[in-house]
Every structure is written in C-alpha cells, then in structure tokens.
C-alpha cells in the first residue's frame, strides 16, 4: 500500500492510499467529533460535524468521508473549523427536545457529549420541536423519534449488518423520519427479536432497549400530536 | 471509492427498478396504494419501509388518492418569492394545498422545483408546465381541465 505524507495541525503525518482525513487524524490522536460516522458501517456525511480546513478548498469538508490527498494541509480545529461545528450543533439542538436530565441515555448521550465538548449551550435559533408518539409497544426496542437526528446509523446498521432493512428514511426536508413500514403504527416487529444492533448505534435517545418500567405499564401510552405530525 | 459500472450488484438493479416501477403505477393507479407497495416491496425483495420512504420522498409520487387532474405549484425560493399564487389557486378551486375538490376534480400540492425558475411562479397542471402566472390567467387554464 502507497504511503505518502500530509499536514495536520502543522504536524506532518503518515497516511496510506485510500484513507480518510478521519482516519489519518484519529491514528495520529487528534480528536474529531462525529455522529454519522461508524467505522463499521459504509460512510454516511450526513452531520457534518466533522467538518475540517483543507488549504485551498474554497468550502470545509466532511473529513469522514473525504479522502486524504499527497500533501494536503488540514486544520482540524481552527476558529473558522469550530464556528461550523457550533452552528451546526445549535441547528441540531434547536429541533430536539430539551429533556436532557429525564432521558434514558443521559450523560451516554453522543450529542449531548459533543455539545458540551463544543461548549454549545441552548442554541439561538428557537424552532419548532418535531414531536412524535413514543414507540414502546415493541419488546425488543423503544423509539422516540423526537430525538432523532437523522444519522441513518440504525438504518445503516440494521441493512448491513443485521442484514433485516426494518427501517426506511420517509418524507422530505423537514419532514424527513427514519420510518418502519407504512409509519402508521408503532415500531413492533418480530425480526427485531433478539437482535437490537441498531440501539448501541444511535447517538442520542431515540433509540433505546425497553425499561421495565415501560414493560410493566399497562395504561395507554401518552400520545402528543405536534404540528409534525402527517 | 472503486465503485464502477460493472460493479453494481444486484441489490442495487433492484433499488433502481424501483422508481421506474413506482412511477408507472402512478400513472396507470393516480395513486400508489399500500396494497401495491407492499406486493411490490415482497416482489421486488426489499422491506415496506423502503419502498414507503421512496414513494414519500418524490412529490410526483402520492401515496393518498388524488383527483382526475392534480395542481402542482412549486414552492421552491424563485417561485416562492413570488407567492401570489397559492392563494390564488386556493380561491380558484376552493381547497388548500394537500387537499383534493369534493367532486374529484383537483387535487392541489405544492411540490419542489419543476425546473421552470426562469417562469417563476410556475406550476404544473397533470404534465403541462404553466410559468409566468398572474391570478388572472388562472380560470382560463383551469377551465380546460374537466
């Protein structure tokens, strides 16, 4: 395999044909956030959280899914770099719910943890929340689509890994949602018996292994209709 | 990265005999009902969700059944700048947008960019293009459609 040197911060690195700009800083320990990309799954570039400076590009790049060149200079961290990131950040925020201290995934939560790390506290745009029913009648996964972000991670992990396609992405723009089947009833599919390798993948709380508290309720689920709703 | 021609899979046929499918029946159905989705999902081997997001993604596919002739006005920004038109329409026919007339003989939706920027506001009645509109043209037009 054809090694060839780059920049990264100012510090010259060794990359390998056909890597990515992630992959070259992560093997050099230069932390990048990200939230749609896995190792494990075929590349996204959905979040663009990842976002780096390459010199002579005249936009930034998704350096998860841009490939590494001979002697590209790259700014992982610059002001313009973490001026993205942030707004990005806030957009993601603005249009999800703000019930942090009540979610199951709390402080595992990967887009919280980012935002913290951004120092992205309660964002500037006020939008309206897409509020969707709870999906807990499922025994092996509880969804709330409220908290989605739209990383295709449970997408993409339920098609190539558990190799099962339950999910589907629906709709356009602003509508757009990660459905299952028609999207006319809550998520309760035999397939996902025994299998839940989508859960660990979601980077917020939408996805979740079912509580006991749920399993035991036995009143009708809280049903919120919001403006989102078809 | 060494994607080429020759190395689309099977899978892929598939998924790209899938748009062709969806937009033949709605020509011949007007509509893609739920039943046809999923013999179509099961025939082609992919899950319902799939075919369902596809079928939800393109305004040009409804998956609701729609009047005889069916409005499409664009929303996109040149058009949309220029927004006298959906009010315009929704005095005309007596329902919104998303809505169908009680006797079946418009439905009325707003959909992305039709390609007609330059003509903006635009829209589309079934597969004819009208651009450069004004709320007076719009009897006339309509009128042709029964």
């Known amino acids: 395999m054809k090694e060839f040197s780059a920049t990264i911060n100012g510090s010259p690195v060794t990359a390998r044909d056909g890597m990515t700009i992630l992959e070259v800083a992560r093997e050099n320990g230069i932390d990048i956030p990200t939230l749609c990309y896995s190792p494990e799954l075929t590349l996204t570039g959905a979040c663009r959280i990842c976002v780096v400076e390459v010199e002579g590009s005249r936009t930034l790049v998704g350096s998860c899914h841009t490939p590494i060149a001979p002697g590209m200079v790259i700014q992982t961290h610059s002001p313009r770099v973490l001026d993205a990131r942030r707004v990005t950040m806030e957009l993601l925020l603005a249009s999800h719910p703000e019930v942090c201290i009540v979610c199951d995934k709390a402080n595992m939560c990967d887009l919280r943890k980012i935002a913290a790390d951004l120092d992205v506290g309660l964002p500037r745009f006020r939008l309206p929340k897409h509020y969707f029913p709870m999906e807990d009648v499922s025994p092996y996964i509880t969804r709330d689509m409220s908290k989605c972000i739209q990383c295709w991670k449970c997408v993409k992990a339920c098609s190539e890994i558990a190799k099962k396609n339950v999910y589907g992405i629906a709709y356009r723009g602003f509508k757009s949602k990660v459905v299952v089947d028609f999207d006319d009833q809550p998520m309760d599919k035999e397939v996902c018996r025994d299998c839940g390798i989508c859960i660990p993948f979601c980077p917020t709380g939408a996805l979740c292994k079912p509580s006991p508290v749920r399993q035991a309720k036995t009143a009708r689920p809280l049903v919120i209709t919001g403006t989102a709703q078809q | ?146």
Do not use: W
């Open chain 2, 1 to 146: 990265m060494n994607s080429t021609a020759g190395d689309i899979s099977a899978e892929a046929k598939k998924r790209g005999k899938l748009l062709v499918l969806l937009e033949q029946a709605q020509d011949k159905l007007g509509c893609l009902p739920k039943e046809f989705m999923a013999r179509l999902a099961a025939s082609l081997g992919l899950s319902i969700s799939e075919v369902y997001g596809l079928a939800t993604f393109y305004s040009f596919l409804s998956p609701g059944p729609s009047g005889r002739n069916v409005i499409r006005v664009c929303k996109s920004l040149p058009c949309y700048l220029k927004d006298l038109l959906i009010e315009s329409v929704k005095r005309e026919i007596g329902v919104g947008p998303g809505e169908t007339t009680s006797d079946g003989r418009f439905s009325f939706e707003l959909t992305n960019c039709i390609g007609a920027c330059d003509q903006a506001p635009a829209m589309m009645v079934n597969h004819d293009v009208y651009g450069g509109l004004t709320p007076e043209e719009l009897p006339r037009i309509l009128e042709r459609y029964k």
